[in-house]
């Protein structure tokens, strides 16, 4: 590394002295060298490099969108994942039509408007009315835009007690995720970084009364159609859980509780089923196939085949196993949920054992 930054440098200070160099002779009194300074035919080459990129840009746009649309997310499977996609497309529709005008208009008139010896610019030192359209045109669209996004926002922020939530604790730390479910009670029991020891891997208060009944698990399941408030903690640096099919993320800071709430629609054998899901499970599986391929001829350990799974992720770089924090989420119906949760050890159970 410091190496390479010394042949920067280096290879700085060598363009400097050059520009340098160039600006003295320029400088000098007498006859001048004009070769540098653009002609007509400089200008008319430049201006139409221009419309050709302003072409290039085009169709590559469109070829992104062609080649690459696979890759976006299939349908929100969240209540409020509807309104986040809205918005989203909203906001994205509004970016594309502007971007499309005003990179025409740039490089239209940067070839209409090239340098020609024998025209001389018009310009207006100043034009109130025009400036007054450009300018409240982005003020009323952004202001618009925010006001959307608030009144979206604080729906999606807005728990009522009247839900009746499932409370659920994330737990972050380097590099797992563990979670706590409140129990029949549907409430939490107080937990704290210095109660970590042995088993109580959450650091749960094992004299709170309220704790003795919550389920401490390494898989994530949501019962379809109920809302699920999650409370999350991190025991060392800062994460942030991140569910994207359900259109979900919330920091997770140390020392403090952070919460965000949502009600899944869509079960996971459900979307498994979802025709888009299934071509992307088809892609992964012919890559990995290729991969496999190349593995078997090393006499190396081949890839597993994939198949589509709810994830909860961490989306922070929080250290060098970042890219591999992440828990499995299985959204099943209210009578498959009671029936997993009491098959689960309780925090009594897990201290008594």
Aim: aromatic share 12%; with cysteine; charged share 20%.
């Amino acid at each position: 590394m410091t190496v390479f930054l010394v042949l920067a440098v280096l290879v700085l200070f060598a363009v400097a002295i050059w520009q340098m160099n160039k600006i003295f002779q320029l400088s000098k009194i007498g006859k001048q060298d004009n070769s540098q300074i653009a002609n007509d035919k400089d200008n008319n080459f430049q201006g139409k490099l221009m419309v050709w990129f302003m072409v290039f840009f085009y169709v590559f746009l469109i070829y992104g969108f062609w080649e690459w649309s696979d890759v976006l997310l299939p349908d929100a499977a969240s209540e409020h994942g509807k309104d986040i996609d809205q918005l989203m497309l909203i906001s994205m529709v509004i970016i594309m039509f502007v971007l499309v005008i005003t990179q025409f208009l740039l490089h239209y008139f940067a070839f209409k408007y090239r340098g020609r010896k024998d025209q001389k610019a018009v310009f207006f030192a100043d034009n109130d009315k025009l400036e007054f359209i450009w300018t409240i045109i982005p003020v009323i669209v952004l202001a618009g835009l925010i006001i959307y996004g608030l009144f979206t926002w604080t729906d999606i922020m807005n728990v009522s007690e009247e839900d009746d939530p499932l409370v659920i604790e994330l737990y972050a730390k380097q590099f797992t995720w563990e979670a706590r479910y409140a129990g029949e009670d549907n409430i939490l029991g107080e937990a704290n970084v210095r109660f970590i020891e042995g088993v109580n891997t959450l650091g749960v208060d094992a004299s709170d009364p309220d704790a003795m009944d919550d389920v401490p698990t390494r898989e994530l399941h949501l019962p379809v159609g109920r809302k699920v408030l999650f409370k999350m903690r991190s025991q060392d640096v800062l994460h942030s859980a991140y569910m994207p099919h359900f259109r979900a993320q919330m920091n997770t800071v140390p020392g403090m509780i952070t919460q965000f709430a949502f009600t899944p629609t869509t079960t996971t054998e459900e979307m498994r089923q979802d025709p888009e899901v299934i071509a992307k499970v088809e892609n992964i599986n012919a890559l990995r196939n290729a991969k496999n391929t190349e593995l078997t001829a090393l006499g190396e350990e081949t890839l597993l085949p994939y198949e589509f799974d709810y994830l909860l992720l961490c989306n922070k770089i929080c250290g060098a196993s970042h890219y591999n924090m992440q828990m499995k989420i299985i959204v099943e119906t209210q009578e498959e949920f009671e029936t997993w949760l009491a098959e689960q050890k309780t925090m009594e159970q897990v201290f008594n054992q």
